[in-house]
């Protein structure tokens, strides 16, 4: 079973693929924490789309060619897991995060022939690797408030509510597309859950009970 949680910042994300992934037989993924060497072979299995890239869009868009490989190696991974029996594998910032940013910040590369098609061939992709999406929200004000709360730095933690505010509904819309394109291409199970007024140990319960459905 593959489970990618997703949600604008502040909805709590991480915190619930911690908790879940210390569930027995289960394991945690992301686009950020790949090894280093299986990332080098996904750049040098990606250089034709790379190459294509570049040529058509006549630029050199280093993040989205980051996105392209990073995409690639956790594809590859996730195949290795399933061979090795891994009973639950929960992404963090895995293909829906990738592709919802490249909505949010490569809007006007996606117009190019070229960016549009690797999109869609990439979401089909998915769509056939991805079982269960979780998708994390709470209300505007506590999202702000989480975000400038923790520890961890973030670009919008010094913002004011109104920019957080917009920062929010920008990766709702962007979710929302990269989500509709993965059900349009196969029956990926989404589960809407808020993360406001209720604890993370009772936000896990049901994740991991809807899980469990889904898997039988």
Not at 18 to 45: C, D, H, K, N, Y
Not at 95 to 113: E, I
Request: glycine share 6%.
């Amino acid at each position: 079973m593959v489970a990618e949680v997703v949600g604008p910042a502040g909805a709590g994300k991480s915190s619930l693929t911690e908790r879940l992934s210390q569930q027995p037989g289960a394991t945690r993924a992301s686009i950020f924490r790949l090894p280093r060497v299986w990332w080098v072979i996904g750049a040098l299995q990606s250089i034709p789309a790379l190459v294509a890239l570049c040529i058509r869009t006549r630029s050199l868009p280093w993040e989205d060619l980051r996105h392209i490989i990073r995409l690639r190696t956790l594809h590859r991974l996730l195949q290795r897991q399933r061979a090795a029996g891994t009973r639950l594998v929960l992404l963090d910032e895995g293909p829906v995060f990738a592709l919802a940013w490249l909505q949010v910040y490569g809007r006007d590369r996606l117009r190019n022939a070229a960016m549009a098609a690797w999109w869609r061939d990439t979401a089909r992709e998915w769509a056939r690797a991805l079982d269960v999406v979780v998708l994390l929200d709470a209300p505007d004000a506590v999202l702000a408030s989480r975000v400038r709360e923790r520890a961890k730095p973030h670009p919008m933690k010094h913002k004011t509510d109104a920019e957080i505010a917009t920062f929010s509904a920008t990766y709702r819309e962007a979710y929302a597309g990269v989500i509709s394109a993965l059900t349009a291409e196969n029956h990926v199970r989404v589960v809407s859950l808020s993360s406001d007024g209720d604890t993370p140990e009772r936000v896990s319960t049901r994740v991991l009970d809807l899980i469990e459905a889904n898997g039988n």
